[in-house]
């Protein structure tokens, strides 16, 4: 994606997150991987809802940052993230309310945070594991994401995103848009599994696997 487009997705996702209420405030971080290997991410304490594509700071490939406002203080952690998911080209973080109550009152496992409830939910998500709590921008979450996707790797499993505990998730894939349907789609699979009183029962293995079959999904 080349520079000025990749900034134009990025206040576009932006927007349209805030404006359906899965960020708010100034919580939340949005980056883009360009082809050089630098990439773009939305300044420290910025509002989604209504960035500004000359403001983003761009940032090359180790970390310095070369023009904009200053980086959100989650640099670290996207960095990471690009250096142990290579096909990842877009990084979202939210402070989305139903995915961070689910782990006020208790995820399913520390493994999934949600049961496969939905077909939509296998296909598009897959697997999302805890991060234990550490306080915003802690480098020791980004050694901890990176050590995850890595296992995930070795174990033939893709995650495309991970939960930390009462902050929010954090999920990734080629394009913003992409990227934002995983996090759609998991946030409102965690406020069905809320509305059952977490009862609803998990798809069963002989249905996930029609849906890998059928459709490759990656669980």
Aim: proline share 4%; charged share 15%; hydrophobic share 40%.
């Amino acid at each position: 994606m080349k520079n000025q487009e990749a900034r134009e997705e990025i206040c576009r996702v932006g927007a349209s997150l805030y404006a359906r209420g899965y960020v708010h405030a100034s919580a939340g971080n949005i980056s883009v991987k360009l082809s050089d290997g630098s990439f773009l991410i939305t300044p420290t304490d910025a509002c989604l809802g209504n960035l500004v594509a000359s403001e983003l700071a761009h940032v090359n490939a180790d970390g310095t940052q070369l023009s904009g406002a200053r980086a959100s203080k989650t640099l670290t952690l996207h960095k990471s993230i690009y250096a142990a998911a290579p096909a990842a080209h877009c990084v979202i973080h939210t402070h989305a309310t139903h995915l961070v109550s689910l782990t006020l009152q208790g995820v399913w496992r520390s493994t999934d945070i949600v049961p496969p409830i939905t077909p939509y939910y296998v296909m598009k998500v897959g697997h999302i594991p805890l991060v234990a709590y550490q306080r915003p921008g802690a480098a020791g979450v980004a050694a901890e994401v990176s050590r995850l996707i890595h296992d995930s790797a070795a174990q033939q499993k893709t995650i495309r995103g991970v939960m930390l505990d009462r902050l929010g998730p954090v999920v990734w894939h080629q394009s913003p848009a992409e990227a934002s349907a995983v996090l759609e789609e998991l946030e409102e699979t965690a406020k069905l599994w809320l509305m059952s009183d977490r009862q609803a029962t998990a798809l069963s293995d002989h249905q996930i696997n029609e849906l890998r079959e059928t459709f490759g999904a990656l669980w």
